[in-house]
């Protein structure tokens, strides 16, 4: 096991009063009773726990948090925040902690579940409305994983699931309107 | 002219009978209000969930509740959008319908607990941020209307029917099934902003399902994730968490998992045969919407209930009371519903009536 010691305390403390400010949770209630991680239902594939997240929050090791594998993957379930009895939201701050990273430019290596975020909303941008079938083909292309659940696709078709045509809604332009409002339509990667 | 379509020229000559209004005297409610509910489908329910859709509708009329849908709705954003890009996208797209169902109605219904909870948190971050208000209404050219109540199906139906009236109508058409009532995450959480029973224990589809004839045990998983959109990128996360929940659920000899989401609903229900290969298991955990086991109750066709269109055959609970057969390959059961059914549902032709409504 190696040990790792972050460089990062002054402007890490810095970060993590932001996260608290934005967030409204106070990191440092956390006592590490860990019952947030044991109801985790991804922490399997986590590289930090969400209570070592907690921690490395309050030892001010943010690279690392912000770096982390957990901080791309964590899908928001909540369910570590219904358990904690300190009653911080720890969903919550991870996911603020995903948004910071996302400011910074931090991309990670789970880059498959960047590109579904960033095919969903091209895709709600484009029509308004989310198209799934062309959702699902043009991940798995992207992904170079073209037979990826392919053994669902005759269930889906069989029961009629999916939509061939995408549907669009009229006011398309609004909705442009909403993204460009956010990231100055540009095409952001 | 669909409904949709007049909505949308109403809202159109309104909102210039407004500005007009407004310029008068200011005041903002000149809209005569509807007590119908304006309706939020949301994405899953015009494609991958479209039975949740059609049994929505068809118990919403059986019941006599009015649903106006939302014209011109967009996508909610769903989770990517505050998770990516930062920012408020995933309260200003949310901001869209909102202010379009606030024109009319004072409350709206989203069945997808993925739409509720985007809904509800943009709302609550709208009442929270005079700056986010003013983003919104930048982008929508109109001071942003947001006040409108938000309710997801469970709320709606618990509001609309006592489950004594139910009970009285049903005549315990149901009794004989053990339901494991299942709300997953985004129903109720977070507790703070979703405001929606009890976070570590909801009971809220309890008393309507009782009031069916069926049980409703306790079901330990109720408020588990089923690995939410992790599908694609990270399918192992899905098959563990959701394996988890139909294990429990067969373990305990429930009949069906009641849900009222469709993502947990496609996570449990499409792969459920992934699961079974992936964890050499043999359940057969049919996983129904809350709307379709009222349709049920109510009689309803399970044909027009779109019951069929799950992977997970529910053949042998619907024997159980009474449709269908219980044995027999899938696609005789598919062909014969139609057929058979309506003979013995008790409102077969409006309900096919409806459904044409519901296609519409």
Redesign the interface.
């Known amino acids: 096991m190696t040990i790792r010691v972050s460089s990062t305390v002054p402007s890490g403390a810095d970060v993590v009063a932001d996260i608290e400010r934005r967030s409204g949770e106070r990191v440092s209630a956390c006592y590490q009773c860990g019952r947030c991680t044991s109801t985790c239902t991804g922490a399997f594939a986590f590289d930090y726990p969400p209570h070592r997240i907690m921690r490395m929050l309050q030892l001010g090791q943010v690279d690392e948090v912000l770096n982390s594998r957990t901080a791309q993957i964590c899908y928001d379930c909540m369910t570590c925040s219904t358990r904690c009895p300190m009653n911080i939201d720890v969903a919550n701050v991870i996911e603020h902690a995903k948004m910071i990273a996302d400011e910074r430019g931090i991309e990670g290596d789970e880059k498959e579940i960047r590109l579904f975020r960033l095919a969903f909303l091209k895709n709600v941008r484009r029509y308004g409305r989310l198209h799934e079938a062309r959702l699902l083909t043009w991940i798995n292309f992207r992904s170079f994983r073209p037979f990826n659940d392919i053994s669902l696709i005759p269930l889906i078709l069989r029961r009629k699931k999916i939509h061939i045509v995408p549907p669009r809604i009229k006011n398309r332009n609004e909705v442009h309107r909403i993204f460009r409002e956010i990231n100055g339509g540009d095409k952001p990667e | 002219m669909s409904d949709a379509r007049k909505m ?1 020229v109403a809202v159109k000559a309104g909102v210039e009978e407004r500005n007009a209004d407004e310029r008068n005297d200011g005041s903002r409610n000149v809209v005569p209000r509807n007590d119908s509910y304006a309706y939020f489908p949301g ?2 329910l ?5 039975e949740y859709d059609a049994s929505f509708r068809l118990v919403a009329k059986e019941l006599g509740i009015g649903l106006d849908e939302i014209p ?4 909610c ?13 995933g309260v ?2 949310p901001a ?1 319908n909102l202010h379009i169902a606030g024109y009319a109605h004072d409350a709206m219904v989203a069945p997808c607990a993925g739409c509720y909870n985007r809904h509800k948190n943009a709302q609550h971050e709208l009442a929270g941020s005079e700056e986010i208000r003013e ?1 919104a209404t ?3 050219r109109q001071p942003v209307r947001y006040e409108i109540e938000i309710l997801n199906l469970v709320e709606l139906f618990d509001r609309e029917v006592t489950p004594e009236a139910l009970a009285e109508r049903v005549q315990g058409r149901l009794a004989g099934l053990n339901f494991a009532t299942y709300y997953g ?1 985004l129903l109720t ?3 703070k902003i979703m405001n929606f029973d009890n ?2 224990n909801p009971v809220s589809m309890k008393p309507l399902l009782m009031a069916t004839g069926a049980n409703a045990d306790h079901f330990p998983f109720k ?3 089923c ?11 899905v098959l ?2 959701s394996r988890r929940i139909i294990d429990v659920a067969d373990g305990l000899g429930f009949d069906a998992i009641v849900t009222a989401c469709p993502l947990c609903h496609q996570n449990l229900d ?2 459920q ?2 699961i079974n290969k992936a964890f050499g298991t043999n359940i057969e955990m049919p996983i129904l919407y809350f709307s379709q086991v009222l349709g049920l109750a109510l009689g309803l066709s399970a044909d027009d209930l779109g019951i069929d ?3 997970v055959s529910a053949r042998k609970l619907l024997a159980k009371i009474g449709q269908g057969a219980a044995d027999g390959d899938e696609r005789s059961i598919t062909t014969n519903n139609s057929q058979g059914i309506q003979k013995t549902a008790e409102s077969g032709a409006s309900s096919s009536n409806a459904r044409v409504a519901g296609e519409g």
């Open positions: 949308s994405c899953s015009t494609s991958s969930a479209g011109d709705w967009n996508c954003g769903a989770s990517p959008a505050p998770h990516h890009w930062g920012g408020n996208l200003l797209l869209r983003q930048r982008v929508l995450c959480r977070p507790a976070h570590r408020s588990e994730c690995g939410s959109y992790m599908g694609l990128a990270h399918k192992e996360i563990r968490a499409l792969r045969g992934q269109s799950h992977i």
